[in-house]
């Protein structure tokens, strides 16, 4: 199987279950011999994990957070994610943009041509080849992180903020298809990975 170092996203909202698939696509990388590399946002690199710290805890005005989340973001761009898919190695990254527009934008309503402007400076040049989004019901979310708890910022956000990020992750999904395979995260583990499997083999066969 050969390794065209393509760039994947997983997204989704909070108490989607990435955690717990994150580990079954790395043993499918494993298993099938390609070169991969597993990352995340906020965070990847030692400012970008100093950074998810501040934006995952602290409270700030929606556009000093935004801005933030971009400044992490250019940073894992020019240390990770581009030094590793020019060499032909896959990276997989745990949200990307389509996070911002979901949770600024979609949560707490920062203008959307201003993340889009955001997203031309830092990475005009650069597009996920494809993206997971673990989509599941709000009521469910809240009900799967209230039984985890030690909740973040952003997981303990009210259910109408809630509700705008899903919808609109599914809205940006609707409008890039070719992009996007939105998984329902309310079904058995089992049956989300055997999905996932025929996603990436149909991906890189």
């Known amino acids: 199987m050969a390794n065209k170092g393509q760039f994947i996203t997983l997204e989704g909202v909070d108490g989607a279950g990435k955690s717990t698939h994150i580990k079954f696509i790395k043993n499918y990388f494993i298993q099938n011999n390609i070169k991969f590399l597993m990352t995340r946002e906020p965070g990847g690199t030692p400012l970008g994990e100093k950074l998810r710290e501040l934006l995952l805890h602290d409270d700030m005005h929606p556009e000093a957070e935004t801005l933030l989340m971009f400044a992490a973001r250019s940073e894992h761009i020019h240390k990770i994610i581009k030094p590793n ?96 395979r939105v998984l329902d995260s309310s079904q058995s583990i089992e049956i989300i990975q055997q999905k996932i499997s025929l996603i990436l083999d149909k991906f890189f066969l």
């Open 85 to 180: 898919l020019n060499n032909n190695i896959c990276v997989v990254s745990d949200r990307f943009t389509d996070a911002t527009y979901a949770y600024q934008c979609g949560g707490k309503f920062v203008s959307t041509d201003k993340v889009t402007l955001l997203k031309d400076w830092t990475h005009k040049d650069l597009s996920p080849d494809l993206t997971l989004l673990f989509d599941l019901p709000t009521e469910i979310s809240i009900e799967r992180l209230n039984k985890s708890g030690n909740l973040d910022k952003f997981e303990r956000q009210e259910k109408k903020i809630h509700d705008s990020i899903r919808a609109t992750y599914l809205d940006i999904a609707r409008k890039q298809k070719k992009r996007f």
